[in-house]
């Protein structure tokens, strides 16, 4: 499973980058209204922090704007992956980027109706928000489950299935366990993976009785 971080801060990506456990970044307007910054300063910034795919979401709705707004997300740097809503304009201007050599997220997933659309649009990530639809009731592990199961059925899908609002280490987990390819991460959530109390616990273990022993290994 590929981890990609979900977030536009810089420090934040920086600290992560340097674990080498970070295999792309995604972003979307919220994250970088969060950040106060000007959006294509952050995106080339990012994009040469992270060398793996880089997602800047396009802000307009109607399929001509959203075209040049992605194409102009696209020349930033090689590895900016164009994210777009799912909508008809989203996957009309994801079928143009895609079929010319543009790696594109589709993103706001929320069926396995539009997934199977966003594939057929030569998405190159789609992304299903499954924290928002456990929000309202629904299981959104379940979305992906399916998702899944449909694009292993068809050789001539290779979409990636992007697994992002995610809440906790068990959206992870569980989707890992699903075979989706990435999980986008919040950077609080995936500090929380590194944790458990028996680590702690061996660890400070292990160097009271090494202390005892009076050695340095250097
Ligand atoms: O990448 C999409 C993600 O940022 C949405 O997360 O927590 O706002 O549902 P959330």
Not at 80 to 96: F, Q, R, S
Not at 157 to 181: C, F, N, W, Y
Request: proline share 5%; hydrophobic share 45%; net charge negative.
């Amino acid at each position: 499973m590929k981890f990609f971080i979900d977030t536009a801060d810089v420090a934040e990506i920086r600290e992560l980058a340097a674990t080498g456990l970070v295999d792309g970044i995604t972003t979307n307007p919220s994250l970088v209204a969060k950040t106060g910054r000007d959006f294509l300063e952050v995106v080339a910034e990012i994009c040469d922090i992270v060398p793996g795919p880089v997602s800047a979401e396009v802000t307009a709705t109607d399929h001509e704007t959203m075209l040049t707004e992605g194409r102009k997300l696209a020349a930033i740097a090689s590895n900016v992956a164009v994210k777009v809503p799912l909508t008809p304009d989203g996957l009309k201007t994801c079928k143009v980027l895609s079929d010319a050599g543009t790696e594109v997220n589709v993103t706001l997933c929320f069926s396995a109706a539009q997934a199977l659309l966003a594939a057929k649009a030569g998405a190159t990530y789609i992304s299903p928000f499954v924290g928002r639809l456990d929000d309202i009731g629904i299981d959104g592990l379940e979305l992906i489950s399916e998702i899944v199961e449909i694009y292993d059925a068809y050789a001539s899908i290779d979409t990636q299935v992007l697994v992002a609002s995610v809440r906790g280490p068990l959206h992870v987990i569980e989707a890992a366990k699903m075979g989706a390819h990435v999980a986008t991460i919040p950077p609080g959530v995936l500090k929380a993976m590194f944790n458990h109390p028996l680590t702690d616990k061996g660890l400070n273990a292990f160097l009271a009785d090494w202390a005892k022993t009076g050695q340095s290994i250097l």
